[in-house]
């Protein structure tokens, strides 16, 4: 996910935050139905088309997202590269708070590189690029054509040789895979250069709430797992309870 928050209205894109804002509804809907096939209320495949798809959906919303932010930063003054760099720090801190989370709650499977740590990471790469989003979106494509046709950009065995060198889970909870995901970062420069930043939004109460969502991504991440899980938690309790 992308957080960015910017102090001038100039950089402040409403639709952006909705588009944003979309992919955090997606992924509390995600993660409410993994909540709930974890306590037995529904029975599902994680590795079914729909899901995988749906989770491929949600990260194309927020790594194009992270392209188009920034294409939109791309020439900025000092001021609001500090504001990137105030970002940056905030996602590094979150990130470590994740690893470190889960590392105590779940050694076995505790997210060593995950959506955050990817964001993290596809930021700086593409942030000196973005002021040539053609360019990009051609590499963007490039990327993933070539993984979509060949096996030059797939490495099974990299986590599993680097976890002989490092220890690590034989599964995690998230993982981001380098390829093909970061050419989906570069196709975001794209939307910022056809001027979906500009599309106007109407204000209504749905809108508004996606804006809300998006312009609040990061805090609503590192919090509304653990508001769910509990919630479906205690209706379980209760419902064992009263059985």
Same mark, same amino acid.
């Given at each position: 996910?992308? /957080?960015?928050?910017?102090?001038?209205?100039?950089?402040?894109?409403?639709?952006?935050?909705?588009?944003?804002?979309?992919?955090?509804?997606?992924?509390?809907?995600?993660?409410?139905?993994?909540?709930?096939?974890?306590?037995?209320?529904?029975?599902?495949?994680? @590795?079914?088309?729909?899901?995988?798809?749906?989770?491929?959906?949600?990260?194309?919303?927020?790594?194009?997202?992270?392209?188009?932010?920034?294409?939109?930063?791309?020439?900025?003054?000092? #001021?609001? &590269?500090?504001?990137?760099? #105030?970002?940056?720090?905030?996602?590094?801190?979150?990130?470590?708070?994740?690893?470190?989370?889960?590392?105590?709650?779940?050694?076995?499977?505790?997210?060593?590189?995950?959506?955050?740590?990817?964001?993290?990471?596809?930021?700086? /790469? /593409? &942030?000196?690029?973005?002021?040539?989003?053609?360019?990009?979106?051609?590499?963007?494509?490039?990327?993933?054509?070539?993984?979509?046709?060949?096996?030059?950009?797939?490495?099974?065995?990299?986590?599993?040789?680097?976890?002989?060198?490092?220890?690590?889970?034989?599964?995690?909870?998230?993982?981001?895979?380098?390829?093909?995901?970061?050419?989906?970062?570069?196709?975001?420069?794209?939307?910022?250069?056809? @001027?979906?930043?500009?599309? #106007?939004?109407?204000?209504?109460?749905?809108?508004? /709430?996606?804006?809300?969502?998006?312009?609040?991504?990061?805090?609503?991440?590192?919090?509304? @797992?653990?508001?769910?899980?509990?919630?479906?938690?205690?209706? #379980?309790?209760?419902?064992?309870?009263?059985?």
């Amino acid at each position: 996910m992308h /957080i960015a928050h910017h102090s001038t209205s100039a950089y402040r894109s409403p639709f952006l935050d909705v588009y944003r804002g979309l992919a955090v509804l997606l992924m509390m809907i995600f993660h409410l139905c993994w909540d709930l096939r974890h306590f037995g209320f529904i029975h599902y495949n994680l @590795q079914d088309p729909f899901w995988v798809d749906f989770r491929s959906l949600i990260l194309t919303l927020f790594l194009t997202a992270i392209g188009w932010s920034a294409y939109l930063t791309s020439e900025t003054t000092s #001021k609001h &590269r500090l504001i990137s760099w #105030k970002r940056d720090s905030k996602l590094l801190i979150s990130a470590c708070v994740i690893s470190l989370a889960t590392y105590l709650a779940l050694p076995d499977q505790w997210i060593y590189f995950g959506i955050l740590h990817f964001i993290l990471v596809a930021s700086f /790469i /593409i &942030r000196p690029l973005a002021k040539w989003p053609i360019a990009c979106a051609l590499f963007g494509s490039l990327i993933l054509l070539v993984y979509q046709t060949t096996t030059w950009l797939e490495f099974p065995n990299a986590f599993a040789v680097l976890s002989r060198y490092v220890s690590l889970p034989e599964k995690t909870l998230d993982i981001v895979f380098p390829f093909p995901w970061i050419g989906v970062v570069f196709l975001g420069p794209l939307l910022g250069y056809l @001027q979906w930043h500009r599309i #106007k939004w109407p204000p209504r109460l749905f809108p508004n /709430i996606l804006t809300f969502m998006g312009r609040h991504a990061l805090t609503i991440y590192l919090s509304h @797992q653990l508001i769910l899980f509990t919630l479906v938690a205690a209706v #379980k309790m209760t419902l064992l309870h009263f059985s």
